[in-house]
């Protein structure tokens, strides 16, 4: 997804792509960069347009812990196990 060049903190993106966009500039886009990776990978996580991008990562960890686990998602008990897991290929979101 070449993260190198798109969803670069301090300026306004284009959540799907990271490309720059006009308005207000961000800070950081870990959870827009979040919400695109899983919509590509077919994984559903609160996204543009259900939540917009400010705050994003706040609303995607209580989707997680509420609505997420109806759509998969589940909670782990340990840094190891999210590496164990992500080792294997499953998609892992640290909140």
Known sequence: MDVEH??????????????????K?????CSAFVAA???????????????????????????LLKEGKTQGWKPVNSPYEAQRLADEGKIVVAV
């Open 6 to 23: 798109h969803w670069l903190p301090g300026r306004r993106i284009d959540w799907w792509t990271g490309d720059p966009d006009s308005g």
């Open 25 to 29: 500039p961000g800070k950081t886009h």
């Open 37 to 63: 990776a899983c919509e590509r990978l077919g994984i559903y996580i609160l996204r543009p347009p259900q939540h917009g991008q400010v705050d994003l990562a706040n609303a995607q960890q209580d989707w």
